[in-house]
């Protein structure tokens, strides 16, 4: 069977046990989600950088070893953990709540933390040239899924509150 069979097969299978009122979520919904989620965190980080540093925005000056610093070593840590324990709980991120969609397995299941971890330390490639790697792959999908999303066996869709 070729790729594309199989994820024709996947997608009859998802959408006969997907809930009638779910659809796999649009690439243009997930990119807004992941700007709300950056968002968030980028002020919450800003706000720590000001009382750990003193100062609002780290330049090269500022960091301890020239091009890093500690801090943001712990701030890379909190993204994938913020990622991570979202989905992995509750199936998304207050980006992908307040755009509507939501992470299920490929048969419309709740995802496990496993698939969580899974899907978001791919972002490393999925992430390549601010997601332009993650984009075409997904475009190339018929579920529309990032390599994240195939290897945690994993589907973004529209969740209708």
């Known amino acids: 069977m070729k790729m594309k069979e199989i994820e024709q097969d996947i997608v009859e299978k998802s959408n006969q046990t997907l809930s009638g009122t779910e659809e796999l979520a649009s690439i243009s919904k997930r990119a807004v989600a992941q700007m709300i989620d950056f968002t968030i965190l980028g002020i ?10 003193g100062v609002w925005l780290m330049m090269p000056g500022n960091h301890l070893w020239i091009i890093f610093d500690p801090i943001c070593g712990v701030f890379l840590i909190a993204i994938f953990a913020y990622f991570i324990g979202m989905e992995g709980v509750f199936g998304f ?9 939501r992470v299920v397995g490929e048969q419309g299941e709740k995802i496990t933390m496993n698939q969580s971890v ?3 330390f791919c972002r490393l490639v999925d992430g390549i040239a601010i997601y332009i790697i993650g ?3 997904a475009k190339g999908s018929l579920l529309v899924q990032r390599y ?3 290897v945690a066996k994993t589907v973004v869709v529209r969740h209708n509150r």
């Open 44 to 53: 919450i980080f800003v706000l720590i950088t000001y009382q750990v540093k």
């Open 93 to 101: 991120t207050l980006g992908k709540r307040i755009t509507g969609i």
């Open 118 to 120: 899974k899907r978001n």
């Open 135 to 137: 984009i075409k792959i």
């Open 148 to 150: 994240g999303d195939r």
